[in-house]
């Protein structure tokens, strides 16, 4: 995951969209909001059209976080799953929503199977 780390310092709180192909080939990424506010009001929409621009058949989404953190918001929650609904329906998916601790970016934190994030 050495493309996650390589954002530049001082843009803390941001959500980034990867794209990969059927084969987890790595094909593009999109900066989908700057700030907090931002990724409350973003649309699932919006992260929809930019994986069919990219030609994408997975999304992998990077939340970078100021403060530690050992979880999403509910907003965020339901943000991601409305995002993964509406993806499946043009057989594209989600495969995971990731959280980078900033400014060192030391903290990795994944969506599990059990639907919880964690450590990894």
């Known amino acids: 995951m050495t493309f996650v780390r390589a954002f ?3 843009h803390a709180d941001y959500l980034r969209a990867f794209f990969v192909d059927d084969e987890c080939n790595y094909i ?4 989908l909001a700057g700030s ?5 009001e973003l649309g699932a929409k919006k992260v929809l059209e930019a ?13 970078g976080v100021s403060p530690l953190t050992t979880g999403l918001s509910p ?4 943000k991601a799953n409305e995002v993964s609904c509406l993806v499946k329906l ?12 900033q400014p060192e970016a030391k ?6 199977s059990r639907d919880r994030y964690e450590r990894s």
Do not use: H, K
């Open 8 to 10: 530049p310092n001082g």
């Open 90 to 101: 043009v057989d594209i998916f989600l495969l995971d929503y990731i959280i980078v601790d």
């Open 107 to 112: 903290g990795l934190y994944s969506l599990d």
């Open 28 to 31: 593009s990424s999109v900066l």
């Open 51 to 63: 994986a069919v621009v990219a030609g994408a058949t997975g999304i992998i989404l990077a939340r």
């Open 75 to 78: 907003e965020e929650r339901n």
């Open 36 to 40: 907090n506010r931002e990724i409350i």
